[in-house]
């Protein structure tokens, strides 16, 4: 080779490394900000720092956060970013503050929103939640906690193989959101642990649960006002309160829940399986379309349940109907066992009864025997082998 050839041939090397460097993603690596990963220091002005480089970053970037414990408060990882393909992985632990109130009355610890195009993928999140259950036990007055990870007004999100222990509240919330994604995730906090429910989904469509793995004090998942085209697939709940659509109507002007899918799931030791719950009072809320299809129940204490008469402490309810409208529900291939005598209860409103509820092959068995149904303004049709025998 020539040395006139040999030095554009360099040139031409040099162009395409610096072509190819901006064209992968940018990561910007929470150490070089100043994060330590030995859990002394606060390390939350470290992560925002990362943050801010990435979403200000016309390129797609990576937020890394190495293996070791990371201190951090609540923290708020604001859009709208200047690209839409930020993955923020983790191969650590995020660790909130021992000091429950540090975060407590702050909503949110690890909050995401008006982002576009985020994924989360690994790690864990330590909520250091026994604490403050301990306070909200004892009767004391304590701070109502912070939801560990939550996401609002944002779209094309991923969360994958996150790791959620022992939440002060909520473990993961989404919220006015579109299209998200959310699998291989695990939560894992005590039975008894008030107010932690697994997955918190309102006001958003298109999310799909994969493959989840969900041990709590309260629902495995809750699915609020304004859910459309929810995709669950695939999840162990329990303990737990089970999957939950509602509370809905608590509010007078409510948007309804539709086009819900929930399949593949087995409970264990829950204290519901399957329900749909609503406040006994007035609203324009409603849920249709819903499909409860391939459940397993082992040991459930009320498998199958539609309750229109949630009134807690009989506050600003007695004696009101549920204005939600429910309609269009499928239980389709529900086995197994119900820790009590009721295994299918559908209490529906007097002032809007439930219609199209359709049971097709249910199987529940209490004590060895067939387990009891009880219909109160529930309307429907029941196929298959049904057992308990409908009561529709
Ligand atoms: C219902 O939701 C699923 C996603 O869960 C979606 O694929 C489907 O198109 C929706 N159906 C309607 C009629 O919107």
Redesign the pocket.
Known sequence: MAKQEGSSFLVTILVILFLSSIATAAQYNVLNYGATPAGITDSTEAFLAAWTQACGSINPATVYVPTGRFFLRNVVFQGPCKNNAILFRIDGTLVAPSDYRVIGNAGNWLFFQYVNGVTVSGGVLDGQGPALWACKASGKDCPSGATSLGFSNSNNIEISGLISLNSQMFHVVINGCQNVKVQGVTVSASGHSPNTDGIHVQLSS?V?ILNSRIRTGDDCISIGAGTT???IENAACGPGHGISIGSLGKDLQEPGVQ?V?VKSVTFTGTQNGLRIKSWGRPSSGFARKILFQHAIMINVQNPIVIDQNYCPDNKNCPGQESGVKISDVTYQDIHGTSATEMAVNFDCSNKNPCTGIKLEDVKLTYKNQPADASCTNADGTASGFVQPSSCL
């Open positions: 298109g799909t085209n929810l995709w086009n899918t």
